[in-house]
């Protein structure tokens, strides 16, 4: 079992930078593929970066590619997300996830995760 909590998420304005954090509980974090996706006021939740167990491999949305960075600290159990450059269109409450301990693929479906956080709002003004 994984337990998620996500932190780190305001009130800026476009162009600013933003870092959420993600603390995981449990002693498998380090063999746990890592995601980030949001969900937007009305809309469905999306995908937004993923990154392998080891931290080797990540994976972005087009739509944050070169903004957004992933990472991870597996010592310390907690996942990040760098976000630079905000725009208005980045508003939505994210979420951290996490794959089954022995599912080692990134993915960037929200049906390959299997626990999840409550989520941190970020909002972004014009």
């Known amino acids: 079992q994984v337990q998620l909590v996500e932190s780190g998420g305001g009130l800026v304005q476009a162009g600013d930078s933003l870092r959420l954090s993600c603390a995981a509980s449990?002693?498998?974090?380090?063999?746990?593929?890592m995601g980030w996706f949001r969900r937007a006021p009305g809309k469905e939740r999306e995908f937004v970066a993923t990154i392998s167990s080891s931290g080797g491999s990540t994976y972005y949305a087009d739509s944050v590619k070169g903004r957004f960075t992933i990472s991870r600290d597996n010592a310390k159990n907690t996942l990040y997300l760098q976000m630079n450059i905000l725009k208005p269109e980045d508003t939505a409450v994210y979420y951290c996830a996490a794959r089954g301990t022995g599912d080692s693929a990134i993915a960037s479906s929200d049906r390959y995760y299997t626990y999840w956080g409550q989520g941190t709002q970020v909002t972004v003004s014009s």
């Open positions: 449990g002693r498998t974090f380090s063999m746990n593929v």
